[in-house]
């Protein structure tokens, strides 16, 4: 209750990793924002994973980047 967020540092990126992996397998809403970026990351109770970009391209850029996970657009929740 007292530190409802973490921070990372850059050399703490495989910590950073493996704490993100918590909300993802036990259904906890988290919320990822990386250091310097224009996107978010919302992970949701709902087993959905939401990924937030200022820019379109941004955007297409990173549903490109995870192809591999077969990500589908929708307006579950942000727009």
């Known amino acids: 209750?007292?530190?409802p967020g973490?921070?990372?540092a850059d050399a703490e990126f495989l910590d950073a990793r493996a704490f993100w992996t918590l909300p993802m397998?036990?259904?906890w809403d988290a919320i990822l924002f990386p250091a310097k970026s224009d996107y978010f990351v919302f992970n949701?109770?709902?087993e959905v994973i939401c990924f937030v970009?200022?820019?379109k391209?941004?955007?297409a850029d990173?549903?490109?980047?995870l192809k591999d996970w077969?990500?589908?657009?929708?307006?579950?929740?942000?727009r």
Do not use: T
């Open 1 to 3: 209750m007292e530190a």
């Open 6 to 8: 973490h921070i990372f």
């Open 25 to 27: 397998m036990l259904g």
């Open 44 to 46: 949701s109770h709902d």
């Open 53 to 55: 970009a200022r820019e």
């Open 57 to 59: 391209q941004l955007h």
């Open 62 to 65: 990173l549903l490109e980047e």
């Open 70 to 78: 077969e990500p589908q657009e929708s307006e579950w929740y942000f």
